[in-house]
């Protein structure tokens, strides 16, 4: 007889086996047709409201891994929300406008943006940018990413372009907005000045001199004749722009007579200057503090103009020679300075980086070109001392990657001045995740210097500036802001470019200075940082279904100093508050050398490549398992790990789902009370499961999600109770009271666990939920109530019961498997064990010697009283010292159906290759 044919043996049919990258395109199609997105906010509607505010990502390429690990770990947030009793919406946005754009159209189409018109090189890159939301969003949407895709947010659209106007507007009358001439980050390719946030810095070789100022007045303090102030620099393309040397006030200068000339240099610099001029032979002729040398007066040995002696805290002895080179045409300290003093701010440097006729005989050379022109000038005048290369991280274009200049422009300046002790007061209302972000940003803001927000650029949103054509005022008021924000709402920011000054004024404007009426605009555009730094109000104030402030942004640790600094400074400015309650942030992606991922190095993933191979949901795996608040780690051979622990996950999947075939919830569920212990106990390990992984998901910390997960499918599930019920399920009658229970709690289990990884394993989970028995369930997981835990299932005495006993199993596993090596055991079906505990151990496992055997998976188990005498041949507990066992072959023979060794098995003459408990179920199997 076959008696396979009478077991119940789990269905294998289930479609959940390792093909991700073709069944996760269906499943999206199915998500999309029926709308999950909507289904979600409709049956979500009137609770209370949770707000994660989408950082913009450019429109100008494919995603890259950066962009995986945001958008999933965005996602993960919102539907373990959305699932947990939370109205929460989520709504992508785009950065449309800016620098990046300009130069992939002017790349990719090869256009020169001087030579098309202004309004065709504006649509083109419109059409760049929403080319790229379009694709971006198809692959956003592929990485199971859940939000309105069809209606995200734009900084190119016309009312977001209206609001951002509005916010600027409010700005300036509050005082914050000016116009002033000050150095910036100039980038001479892209010809344009950048924020803080939009420079990189990177390692460059430059010219390391030392230059000889010659003293003309030492104001008596000692002889000029022959006498020089010592400068270090290693831009001498600025010192044409020269006309003053810092000095630390409160820090010591020696004169130093060395080959007949006197110097002054730092006292806690100069010898190791002298060592590297490798002059020897010198006197120390005087001492003084640096606030005594105030009002010195040399001359630019290179301009011939007087090069003043001033005295400033910035100065430091950390290298150089205490004698700071001051050019306030170009560097942030030496205009400072230069302010308190009224020195004249020189930046003899055009917008392409080349010197005017101010330079003199540098006229037409780029200032990178100028430096060994300028160096073999010093040299032919006798002020250079000492020159070299050095490596040392510089400033460079965030896009263009070209290292930048400090150059002083007519500029649109915000004032962090006007509202910084708010901005900081803010900082410490909102919650920084991790910690560390707080102080990072405090200081940030409390070290920032005025916000640069103009752009010497074409696509963007304009300054929205009048000047009065007869005396050059400026005109910015409510009148005019309003008028443009109609006019913006109507035609979008392009009305600005396309129509004379005359015709966006509102009906009626005067100058408030002359009386005139005839005016001029900006030409300049808004930096992009406060075009995304005003999201909070273009998006969530204007959205319906979105509240302000947000509950959560979640960006790169970058944004520090980008998003999450633009954004607070436009809120607190315009609101008095941040935009944000908290801010979580994320490292960056490195290879698993700790290697920054990059192109030169070849170490680059493309989640495109990971996507067609694995699927997007070992992606989303991938990024749960990494503390994403340090650097990530990603390579193929991680990937390939995660894999592994996928194919773990899913067969626990499909085990209890190959095992639920017949089980109807609504008729075979069995009450806890009458249910096994040992499935009481599973129900139990349950409950701590649903606690800790939803404490984790509330902290953030997704990768204890996927550890406590993955440690319950293989080392609680796997390895040791789905092997336990394995008799049960497939060996007894169907609907017995036994196998139901089994049922009930495999039910449960996987009930929860579908549940508990929607957010992470969105595809997987989907599948599963597919196949879950359940009448009335929720058409998608994703509309599934979140896992609460059972009190009255969380027996603490039962679990700490069944872990000793688990315990217990690990000690005859081992000795099983001694038996199987020095035996030659085989199955530990042919094994009866026998145990020799001491006596408080006696008790408890004599309380459950029946059940033993199906929890060992042995045909049969004894529990010796503490009084037998122990075999010497046993083997000693580890866990348990005061324990023996003994493997002894199980005595009887095989059964052909349970394949336990049984005595009874030939006692019964219908069946004589059965034991009494297979025949016994084949009679109520018969009996129907």
């Not at 250079?384 to 300046?413: G, M």
């Not at 009874?904 to 016994?920: F, K, M, R």
Request: charged residues 25%; hydrophobic residues 40%.
């Amino acid at each position: 007889m076959d008696y396979s044919k009478t077991l119940n043996l789990p269905r294998t049919d289930f479609p959940m086996r390792a093909n991700l990258p073709q069944r996760e395109p269906q499943i999206l199609k199915f998500w999309e047709e029926n709308r999950l997105y909507h289904a979600v906010q409709e049956a979500n509607k009137g609770k209370p409201k949770f707000i994660l505010h989408d950082g913009p990502p450019y429109a100008n390429g494919d995603i890259h891994l950066g962009h995986t690990l945001n958008k999933i770990l965005k996602d993960i947030i919102v539907k373990y929300r959305s699932m947990s009793g939370y109205d929460a919406p989520y709504v992508p946005g785009w950065d449309t406008h800016g620098l990046p754009i300009e130069q992939q159209v002017i790349k990719n189409l090869g256009l020169n943006r001087r030579e098309v018109d202004v309004l065709e090189f504006r649509r083109r890159c419109k059409e760049y940018a929403l080319k790229y939301v379009n694709i971006q969003r198809e692959q956003f949407k592929r990485l199971g990413v859940r939000g309105d895709w069809e209606h995200p947010y734009l900084t190119l659209e016309p009312e977001y372009e209206a609001v951002e106007i509005g916010i600027f507007g409010e700005m300036a009358k509050k005082g914050y907005i000016y116009k002033g001439r000050k150095p910036v980050y100039w980038c001479t390719d892209c010809e344009t000045a950048l924020a803080e946030a939009e420079v990189e810095y990177e390692e460059k070789q430059s010219p390391s001199i030392y230059v000889k100022f010659p003293v003309t007045d030492a104001g008596g303090l000692w002889e000029p004749q022959n006498s020089y102030v010592v400068i270090w620099t290693t831009t001498p393309w600025t010192l044409p722009a020269n006309v003053a040397i810092a000095l630390h006030p409160e820090a010591s200068y020696v004169l130093i007579e060395a080959g007949g000339e006197k110097l002054l240099l730092a006292e806690e610099l100069y010898r190791d200057v002298l060592e590297l001029w490798q002059v020897e032979d010198y006197r120390i002729l005087a001492h003084f503090r640096g606030a005594e040398l105030d009002g010195v007066v040399c001359r630019n040995p290179l301009m011939d103009r007087p090069s003043v002696v001033v005295v400033g805290e910035h100065v430091t002895m950390d290298q150089g020679t205490g004698c700071v080179h001051t050019a306030p045409g170009h560097g942030l300290e030496d205009f400072e300075i230069g302010q308190r003093y009224g020195l004249p701010v020189l930046s003899p440097v055009d917008d392409q980086g080349r010197f005017t006729a101010e330079a003199g005989p540098f006229q037409g050379l780029f200032v990178g070109d100028a430096n060994q022109e300028i160096i073999k000038e010093l040299e032919k005048r006798g002020a250079l001392q000492h020159a070299s290369i050095i490596t040392h991280q510089y400033p460079h274009c965030w896009r263009c990657k070209h290292p930048v200049i400090f150059r002083a422009t007519e500029q649109w300046f915000a004032s962090i001045d006007g509202f910084r002790r708010e901005a900081l007061a803010a900082v410490r209302q909102v919650q920084w995740i991790p910690a560390w972000g707080e102080e990072r940003i405090y200081n940030m803001i409390a070290e920032r210097g005025d916000w640069c927000i103009s752009r010497q650029r074409t696509w963007g949103v304009p300054i929205p500036i009048f000047y009065c054509a007869e005396c050059g005022k400026e005109i910015i008021n409510d009148a005019t802001i309003k008028h443009l924000q109609d006019l913006f709402r109507l035609h979008g920011s392009d009305v600005w470019f396309a129509r004379e000054a005359s015709e966006l004024v509102p009906p009626g404007l005067t100058c408030p200075a002359c009386g005139s009426q005839r005016f001029r605009k900006e030409t300049d555009t808004m930096d992009v940082w406060f075009d995304s730094g005003s999201s909070h109000a273009a998006v969530l104030r204007t959205r319906p279904e979105l509240s302000w402030p947000a509950d959560l942004y979640l960006e790169g640790s970058d944004q520090h100093r980008g998003w999450f600094n633009s954004s607070l400074c436009t809120s607190v400015a315009t609101e008095g508050q941040a935009p944000y309650r908290a801010v979580l942030t994320h490292g960056f992606l490195v290879d698993e050398e700790g290697r920054k991922m990059s192109k030169s190095l070849g170490n680059g993933i493309d989640p495109a490549d990971v996507i067609r191979e694995m699927g997007a949901d070992i992606l989303r795996l991938w990024v749960a398992s990494a503390d994403y608040r340090r650097d990530v780690a990603a390579s193929p051979n991680i990937l390939q790990q995660l894999a592994e622990a996928y194919r773990k996950i899913r067969n626990t999947f499909r085990f209890l789902l190959g095992n639920l075939y017949d089980f109807d919830p609504a008729r075979d569920r069995v009450p806890y009370g009458e249910m096994l212990e040992i499935d009481r106990w599973a129900l139990a390990k349950l409950q701590r499961l649903v606690d800790k992984v939803t404490r984790a998901y509330e902290d953030y910390e997704f990768h204890v999600v996927y550890h406590a997960v993955h440690s319950f499918c293989v080392n609680y599930l796997s390895a040791a109770y789905l092997d336990i019920l394995k008799d049960r399920l497939y060996t007894w009658s169907a609907a017995s009271r036994g196998r139901r229970s089994a049922q009930a709690a495999l039910y449960e289990i996987l009930h929860v666990l579908v549940r508990l990884l929607a957010p992470i394993l969105a595809f997987t989970t989907e599948e599963v939920w597919q196949h879950l028995p359940a009448a009335g369930k929720a058409w998608s997981v994703q509309l599934a109530p979140w896992p609460r835990v059972q009190d009255e299932w969380w027996d603490r005495d039962l679990e700490a019961k069944w872990d000793k006993l688990l315990q217990v199993r690990e000690e005859v596993n081992r000795a099983l498997e001694l038996a199987r090596r020095e035996q030659g055991l085989g199955n530990s079906l042919n094994a009866f064990v026998h145990l020799y505990p001491d006596g408080e151990l006696y008790e408890f496992l004599k309380a459950v010697e029946e059940e033993l055997p199906a929890f060992f998976i042995v045909s049969g188990v004894r529990v010796w009283p503490p009084s037998e005498p122990v075999p010497e041949e046993g083997v000693k507990g580890v866990a348990f010292p005061g324990l023996t066992i003994r493997i002894a072959p199980a005595p009887g023979k095989k059964c052909e159906r349970c394949w336990k060794v049984s005595e009874t098995v030939g006692q019964h003459e219908d069946e004589p290759e059965l034991c009494s408990h297979c025949v016994a179920v084949l009679k109520e199997i018969q009996a129907g």
